[in-house]
């Protein structure tokens, strides 16, 4: 799963996201409990929304029926 996770981290970085996608999706798929690949998933999303990359420190992950959402410092709420 970690290693999953990690090939989607690296993939992100270096601009490919939706490859990127697929790995962390398949990390959670492996262990719904990984929360490493949903962080890396709500970071997928919120770069496709718009929120730049020096934000992202500031996004409050939340838990809510085995859904995360994603609330960004510019008030855009985004489900992952």
């Given at each position: ?7 989607g981290r690296q993939l992100l970085e270096r ?11 398949g990390a959670i798929k492996k262990d719904r ?22 934000s992202l420190a500031d996004i409050g992950i ?19």
């Amino acid at each position: 799963t970690g290693c999953t996770y990690e090939v989607g981290r690296q993939l992100l970085e270096r601009g490919h996201p939706d490859k990127a996608r697929r790995y962390f999706r398949g990390a959670i798929k492996k262990d719904r409990t990984f929360l490493p690949a949903y962080i890396g998933k709500a970071a997928h999303r919120s770069k496709a929304a718009g929120v730049s990359p020096m934000s992202l420190a500031d996004i409050g992950i939340h838990a809510d029926d085995d859904r995360l959402a994603v609330n960004s410092g510019c008030g855009r709420r985004i489900s992952v």
